[in-house]
């Protein structure tokens, strides 16, 4: 699952940062798509507290951040 966060810390302020950097370089290069998909904004939530929230719902996710206030939840059904 890939969504947007508030940020919630340092980190999350510099990935916020290199993703406007390389969001402007991919615009001077022409390589830039926005989607259409909506968009809920701000986001209701930190990503501090997306990642609890993951681990809650999903136990044995993986939480990871991402550039501009997006993150990656990774989760496998056991069997």
């Not at 699952?1 to 001077?28: H, I, N, Y």
């Not at 701000?42 to 999903?58: D, K, V, W």
């Not at 550039?67 to 059904?77: G, Q």
């Amino acid at each position: 699952m890939v969504g947007f966060a508030q940020p919630s810390g340092l980190t999350d302020r510099s990935l916020e940062l290199a993703g406007a950097v390389r969001k402007r370089a991919c615009q001077l290069q022409g390589r830039y798509w926005e989607h259409d998909a909506p968009v809920l904004w701000p986001p209701p939530l930190t990503s501090r507290q997306m990642a609890e929230l993951g681990s809650i719902e999903l136990p044995g996710s993986t939480f990871r951040r991402l550039m501009t206030n997006r993150y990656a939840l990774f989760w496998t059904a056991q069997r």
